[in-house]
């Protein structure tokens, strides 16, 4: 089993080299396939590693595994002690002496150390924290344009661009999306938002459906979808998505949530009868 799982985690990865391209993932999860196939081929041969021993190192091994590839799913990049320095200083300026010294900071050291994609996101992100959309917009953009095919860059630009009032780029940056990955969720339930917008809330509803089919178990995704049922006057199907979220809801803030969308729409309900 131990020879199994390891020849497919080494298959595994260079069959995404070959679709991708390497990193330094793809060299971490062969070392742990070749650890795991010396592991099963010294089993048998050394006696320490016979009968229990071969297995308590076995589970340890594929918990390993799990923990390192738990850990890569977050998505979250990896950041090196002298960029979280300059992460830090940025912030500390944005304290002090606000944000124009934070970006400015942060502009200066991608000009000197090179384009990082870390610099250029905080950027964005100070401005969409002091409100400032179409300059948030403008830092995604700017991301964007180094990491073309980064669909999470994308997706958080497009959500700039609805925030800063250009529904149409929002739409067009959502729609190429689902295009390249269609079954990203939240690329559908952006363009609900935009639809929304535009009082079409039919559409609305017809993208918050593929959302909530492609994660059934969704309970922002089905809330927004009773909330488009509502919009739409659909409300024996809006209180089948509410009594569907609220099964779903495992934690206070998911159970928080429905009940306060509910009492929106329950007001709205009231008020048509």
């Known amino acids: 089993m131990m020879m199994i799982f390891g020849v497919c985690l080494i298959l595994g990865a260079f069959a ?30 050394i006696p320490f590693l016979r009968g229990m021993g071969k297995t308590v190192i076995s589970l340890l091994a594929i918990g390993l595994v799990v923990f390192f590839m738990a850990g890569v799913s977050t998505g979250a990049d990896p950041v090196d002690k002298e960029t979280a320095d300059i992460l830090s200083e940025a912030d500390v300026l944005y304290e002090e ?51 073309p095919d980064d669909l999470a860059v994308r997706l958080t630009y497009a959500n700039a661009l609805y925030l800063s009032g250009d529904y149409n780029g929002a739409l067009r940056e959502a729609t190429y999306i689902t295009r390249i990955e269609p079954e990203y969720a939240e690329a559908y339930i952006l363009m609900g938002d935009l639809y929304r917008v535009w009082n079409d809330h039919f559409r609305e509803q017809y993208y918050c459906k593929i959302a909530v089919g492609l ?47 509910y009492l929106r729409f329950s007001d709205a309900d009231s008020q048509e009868k």
């Open 97 to 147: 002496k606000g944000i124009e010294a934070a970006v400015k900071h942060l502009e200066d050291k991608n000009t000197d150390l090179g384009w990082h994609k870390a610099f250029g996101m905080r950027i964005a992100e100070l401005y969409a924290g002091e409100e400032m959309y179409p300059e948030s917009a403008g830092a995604y953009g700017n991301v964007l344009r180094n990491l």
């Open 16 to 45: 995404d080299i070959f679709l991708a391209s390497f990193s330094s993932v793809h060299l971490l999860l062969i070392a742990l396939g070749a650890g795991l196939i010396a592991i099963d081929f010294l089993g048998n041969r």
């Open 215 to 261: 994660d059934e178990t969704s309970v922002e995704y089905r809330v927004r979808l009773a909330e488009a049922y509502g919009r739409s006057l659909s409300y024996e199907e809006a209180v089948t998505e509410y009594e569907l979220a609220k099964e779903y809801a495992e934690t206070p803030e998911d159970e928080l949530t429905v009940y306060e969308s």
